[in-house]
């Protein structure tokens, strides 16, 4: 079955530190993945989307997600935090045998000054 | 200004009161789709539509009911809410094919006592 899961419900990183955000699917073809960033009182706003090709895209915001066959993952991850990306971040794997986006429970970013 | 847009942000009800959540798009699209959000669930697909006239229940319908009746309109509607409904809803809308980004609505919560 199609599922998604962010093993990390809540990370806190110093700004200007590295982040990576771990994301890990199941599926059994090639699948599209997505990430999302979520605001507070916001909707979800897209980061960056996989279909094929290159297994390292980039999205806005000077994020970047790498996607690993292999260990079937799709980590977001970004040099230097900015306090401006404090937000809930969610992972989503579209399935086209089954025709829908399932996210994942989604990864809490906090940002120490 | 390209958007979907939900009314109302906040709502605080009682059970068994019919109510209706409005969703509309700007952006032509034929996809819309309903989420619930609760905390470590992640996004719940409720029901969605591929077009006009055509609806399909997601993994949540139960107690939920859509119309799509206009393109840009896709309205949910409770017909006896229950506090187990209680949630923060969105509306997002997309070009058909598993390529095209998902447009989110602001949300909606909803507090059912």
């Known amino acids: 079955a199609q599922s998604v899961t962010q093993p990390d419900i809540h990370i806190t990183v110093s700004e200007g530190a590295s982040l990576e955000l771990r994301c890990n699917y199941s599926y059994g073809a090639t699948p599209y993945l997505f990430w999302y960033v979520q605001s507070p009182g916001q909707g979800l706003q897209l980061l960056l989307k996989?279909?094929?090709?290159?297994?390292l895209v980039q999205g806005i915001k000077g994020f970047e997600a790498e996607f690993k066959r292999s260990q079937s993952s799709f980590n977001l991850r970004k040099p230097s935090v900015h306090w401006s990306d404090a937000a809930e971040y969610f992972c989503?794997?579209?399935?086209?045998?089954?025709?829908?986006?399932?996210f994942g429970q989604g990864t809490t970013l906090q940002v120490k000054p | 200004e390209a958007q979907v847009t939900q009314n109302p942000r906040y709502l605080i009800t009682v059970t068994g009161k019919k109510l209706t959540v409005t969703c509309s798009q700007n952006m032509n699209h034929e996809y819309m789709s309903w989420y619930r959000q609760d905390p470590g669930l992640g996004l719940r697909q409720i029901y969605y539509?591929?077009?006009?006239?055509?609806?399909d229940k997601g993994d949540v319908p139960e107690g939920y009911k859509v119309s799509r009746k206009e393109k840009r309109n896709f309205p949910l509607i409770l017909e006896s809410p229950s506090p187990n409904q209680t949630s923060l809803y969105f509306c997002?809308?997309?070009?058909?094919?598993?390529?095209?980004?998902?447009?989110f609505g602001n949300g909606t919560r909803l507090t059912v006592t």
């Open positions: 996989y279909f094929s090709g290159d297994t």
């Open positions: 539509s591929m077009n006009v006239e055509v609806t």
């Open positions: 997002a809308s997309s070009f058909p094919g598993q390529g095209s980004p998902l447009h």
């Open positions: 989503a794997v579209y399935g086209s045998n089954t025709g829908k986006l399932i």
